[in-house]
C-alpha cells in the first residue's frame, strides 16, 4: 500500500508518473462509485471511468492549495449528472456489494432483512429530487465530510446543511421510521 499523500501522488503524476495516479484511482475508486451510483444509478461505473479519465487529463489546472478527493468526487459526480441526463430513465440505485457467502438459518433471515431494508432506503434515494440525492450521495456514500461536500457542489455549507436536512426528512416520512445512514 502506497503511503504518500494524495498531493504528493498529484505531483508524481503531473510529472509523468502513470503508477502515481493509479494509486490515487485504487485510492478513491469505492467511494466514487457509491457517489456515482447515487446519483447515475447503472451508469456508475462508466462515469466513474470517464470521470477519472477527465480528472487525469485536468492534472495540470488542479489547485495544489485544494484537497484532492473533493475535487475528484466533483468531476465523477458531474459525469454521473451528465449520464443521468443523458440517458433520461430513472435507474433503480444498486449499489455494489462485494459476494458474501449466504449463511443459513436465523443468519439468513438477518441478512435478507437487512439486504431489503437496504434496497428499500436506495429506492426511495433514487426517488428524491437531484440536489438532495447528490447531497446525500456525497456525504453519505462517498463518505465527504460537510465542508467537503459543500466544495464539491459548490456551495456554502449551510446549503448543504439544510439540503442534508430536507432529504433526511423525506426519507423519514418516505420510509416511516428514524434513518440511519
Known sequence: MD???????VTAAREGDVDAFAVLVE?????ALRLAYGI???EAEDAVQDGFVKAFRSLDGFRT???FRPWL????????????RSW????????QVRE???????AADDVAAQHDQRRQLLDVVARLPD???EVVSLRYFAGLSESETAEALSCPIGTVKSRLSRALNQLRTALGEEVAL
Open 73 to 84: 468526487f466533483t468531476i465523477v459526480a458531474n459525469e454521473a449528472r451528465n449520464r443521468r
Open 131 to 133: 440536489r438532495h440525492r
Open 100 to 106: 458474501q457467502p449466504q449463511p443459513t438459518g436465523a
Open 65 to 67: 492549495d485544494a484537497a
Open 27 to 31: 485510492r478513491y475508486r469505492q467511494p
Open 88 to 95: 433520461s430513465r430513472r435507474s433503480k440505485l444498486a449499489l
Open 40 to 42: 447515475a444509478g447503472d
Open 3 to 9: 503511503r504518500r499523500r494524495d498531493e504528493e501522488l
